[in-house]
């Protein structure tokens, strides 16, 4: 059986969840043994990050490596489109979800503790959140989902991304409200049934996090 380390609140293990879901493929789910990059775990999944991934003799990290693994290995139902153009475009547009929008959230953990908090800093990657979120939207097709007709690996992690945005963009006094295409689009993401699990689980974790970290 496949089995997955990782977390409820990362949303990088989400985007394999939803994967797996989407195939029907059986998985087990625990977190890393000894911890994050501790050696035990290290000497599983030799990155020591999340989510880690094996499948008998394979070992993989890196959620994108992982998705397109399983999508070649377990091909129906696919998740990148037949043709090389469009598995470019859906992979373009996961992208701008890992490396350009997704990271705006995060950068913003450290600062939920008010000690620890950068206002000017908090703005700058509230609005750079806006403007990247924007431009994605301006790429994407929306129509019904990012990339067009079919749910794709450019729809697996946008779910808990943005529930992350919402709570602590929130819990850090900024408002929250996406335009009216994205919102449609995030409530047809949360009635897919391979990403409905991790709605619930990712605001309950999310939650609990920030709940922790505001009363330090």
């Known amino acids: 059986m496949i089995e997955l380390y990782g977390f409820p609140i990362s949303t990088y293990c989400a985007k ?4 797996l879901r989407h195939k029907q493929l059986r998985f087990s789910e625990s ?4 911890g994050y990059g ?3 775990y290290c000497a599983i999944v030799p990155m020591g990050t999340i989510p880690g991934f094996v499948d008998g003799a394979v070992v993989l990290s890196e959620s994108e490596a992982i998705v397109e693994f399983l ?13 090389a ?3 470019a475009q859906v992979r373009a547009l996961s992208r701008m979800h890992d490396c350009w929008v997704e990271p705006q959230v995060r950068a913003l953990f450290p600062h939920v503790t008010p000690d620890g908090r950068n206002e000017t800093f908090v703005a700058q990657r509230v609005q750079q959140f806006w ?22 690996l450019a729809d697996c992690a946008w ?7 919402e709570l602590i963009f929130t819990a850090l006094g900024h408002p929250f409200e996406l335009p009216e295409p994205l919102q449609q689009w995030r409530d047809r993401l949360a009635n897919v049934e391979a990403v409905r699990p991790e709605l619930t689980a990712c605001a309950d974790s999310m ?10």
């Open 16 to 19: 394999v969840r939803v994967a």
């Open 31 to 34: 977190a890393p043994p000894g």
């Open 38 to 40: 501790s050696p035990e």
């Open 71 to 83: 999508d070649e290995q377990y091909p129906e139902p696919g998740l990148l489109p037949g043709d």
């Open 85 to 87: 153009l469009s598995r």
């Open 131 to 152: 403007l990247r979120l924007g431009r994605f939207a301006e790429a994407a097709s929306l129509s019904p989902f990012s990339a067009g007709s079919q749910f794709t």
């Open 159 to 165: 779910s808990t991304t943005l529930i992350q945005a």
């Open 207 to 216: 939650r609990a996090w920030l709940e922790q970290r505001l009363s330090a």
